[in-house]
């Protein structure tokens, strides 16, 4: 049990267009959705945590209006890279995790691999 | 000072040896302590969380954890190939996860 998928794996896209991401919790509800962001032999970096039906906190040094989450629904939340540059180009990962979840642990999808050309 | 520090390695050991990897943090208020294997170019799988001092043991794998001296290490016995992977330790407390920036384990066969 505990499955999170996402949606695309790897997605290239042109500067300046926007890419959206999904993730899914497959098995469960999930009262918290998590996005990391990873580049090339570094760790995993926390960009935001989002609620289902309230605004996502976004961590110090992410822009948010240029990084959307949205987390509109106990099994779904997307991010969606606005004018993607080449800076933007890393691995995208999402966990969640629910309430009653002892330990905070977090369940994490496949990653999206994001190349902005 | 970094959240949560990991030396970045190589790590080799040979197989069939016990690997040692370890990891401290800077936050006294951290209460669980994860340890996560990531293949290259993969998401990260959970090995095994602890939150009490002392030992938990779970198959080849051990996890340490020293309160007083913010200290977790994750001990992985009879070592595979398949175990080459880079290691992450993830703290939480009063936030979300908190990563170290992981140490890569190479099995030599």
């Known amino acids: 049990g505990a499955v999170v998928s996402q949606h695309p794996s790897r997605v290239i896209c042109k500067s300046g267009t926007s890419v959206k991401i999904e993730c899914r919790s497959l098995?469960?509800?999930?009262?918290?959705m998590f996005w990391y962001r990873q580049f090339p032999k570094q760790s995993l970096m926390l960009m935001a945590t989002s609620n289902e039906g309230s605004k996502a906190t976004y961590e110090q040094g992410v822009e948010k209006d240029k990084f959307l989450i949205n987390h509109a629904s106990l099994t779904l939340s997307t991010l969606t890279v606005t004018s993607a540059h080449p800076e933007d180009s890393s691995f995208y990962i999402c966990s969640a995790s629910w309430e009653s979840r002892p330990d905070n642990e977090q369940f994490f999808g496949p990653g999206t691999r994001l190349t902005v050309l | 000072q970094k959240e949560v520090e990991q030396n970045s390695g190589p790590l080799s050991v040979p197989e069939g040896a016990i690997a040692s990897l370890n990891c401290t943090y800077s936050d006294r208020g951290s209460q669980s302590f994860f340890w996560y294997r990531q293949y290259s170019g993969k998401s990260p799988e959970l090995i095994m969380f602890?939150?009490?001092?002392g030992d938990k043991e779970d198959g080849r794998f051990t996890a340490q954890l020293n309160k007083a001296s913010q200290y977790v290490s994750l001990l992985i016995r009879d070592s595979q190939p398949s175990d080459s992977a880079t290691y992450l330790c993830a703290v939480t407390g009063r936030r979300a996860l908190t990563f170290g920036s992981g140490t890569r384990l190479q099995v030599q066969p």
């Open positions: 098995d469960f509800q999930a009262t918290t």
């Open positions: 602890i939150y009490s001092n």
